[in-house]
């Protein structure tokens, strides 16, 4: 870490059922892993060198993607 540099990680909001999410700040990439997809997320408050390789699966509900910012990646990107 640089000298004099914090990172301004925003926390996780709780979910009603109690558990916390992690807010996406955005997708910059995605890469196909056996039968699946991963996403090169970057969370709410952290920097593009801090993106974490995240599975499809991780954004969704009930067979459904939740996540709007993901929702308009795979969008502009033809993934659906």
Request: net charge negative.
């Amino acid at each position: 870490m640089f000298d004099g540099r914090v990172p301004q990680a925003v926390a996780p909001e709780t979910q009603e059922d109690g558990s916390d999410e992690w807010q996406v700040d955005k997708i910059l990439a995605h890469r196909n892993v056996g039968r699946g997809r991963q996403y090169l997320t970057v969370w709410k408050g952290e920097r593009d060198i801090d993106a974490t390789w995240e599975p499809r699966h991780n954004f969704m509900d009930s067979g459904h993607v939740t996540n709007t910012v993901l929702q308009k990646y795979e969008q502009e990107h033809d993934l659906v």
